[in-house]
């Protein structure tokens, strides 16, 4: 039987970036997966609050300067992140691996004062409810960072050696930067819970 060819496909390209690629969508299910993780971590520690008058329970604040100079990091971040993202949309190789060396720095500058972060919560994780759950935040938020920063450091290495020239390792970039910005805008609202919502009452 003759078989008679329908159309000519060899002109498309054979890897897609964002929404077209299948590893954005399984960067998106991790995303709501994880942001759900992060939404019942918020709502135990909101359902706590509800149920002492004094919150903190008699605990000292936590020092919230090195809480905020990562959010600052993180915020900064954002800005050579997205750029990044453009030169994967052009595959450009030279650019994206000077943005992937620039990327893996910004992300170990904020795991660097996380370490100094644990200590000034100036509370354990086992003293009571109120420290329990600020340990839950943090450590899940860092968590994140550190599989982030782990993975963004392993597609830089490789966007050096003979790999980089698959197209699939743009997307891969492409994907890497999506899920940062998650991480980043994750940490706004558990870095409020942690320092602002005690202070303001």
Same mark, same amino acid.
């Given at each position: 039987m003759k078989q008679r060819p329908v159309a000519d496909l060899s002109g498309l390209p054979s890897f897609g970036l964002g929404p077209r690629s299948p590893t954005w969508w399984g960067t998106l299910g991790f995303m709501a997966l994880e942001g759900m993780g992060f939404a019942l971590a918020a709502g135990a520690y909101l359902y706590l609050?509800?149920?002492w008058p004094n919150w903190r329970l008699s605990a000292p604040e936590p020092n919230h300067w090195p809480g905020t100079i990562v959010t600052l990091l993180l915020i900064v971040s954002l800005v050579p992140n997205h750029i990044l993202n453009g =030169?994967?949309?052009?595959? %450009? @190789?030279?650019p994206v691996r000077i943005g992937m *060396? /620039?990327?893996?720095?910004?992300? @170990?500058?904020?795991? @660097? *004062?996380r370490w100094f972060e644990f200590p000034t919560l100036n509370i354990y994780w086992d003293t009571n409810a109120y420290g329990s759950m600020l340990w /839950?935040?943090?450590g899940l938020?860092?968590?994140?960072?550190i599989t982030d920063v782990g993975e963004t450091i392993v597609l830089t290495v490789l966007m050096f050696t003979r790999h980089a020239y698959s197209g699939r390792r743009f997307g891969d970039v492409g994907d890497? %930067?999506? =899920?940062w910005d998650f991480v980043v805008l994750t940490w706004i609202p558990i870095y409020l819970l942690i =320092?602002?919502?005690?202070?303001?009452?």
């Open positions: 609050a509800t149920l =030169y994967a949309k052009q595959c %450009a @190789i030279g *060396v /620039v990327m893996s720095l910004l992300g @170990i500058a904020p795991l @660097i *004062v /839950v935040l943090l938020h860092t968590t994140h960072l890497n %930067a999506f =899920y =320092y602002w919502m005690p202070r303001l009452g």
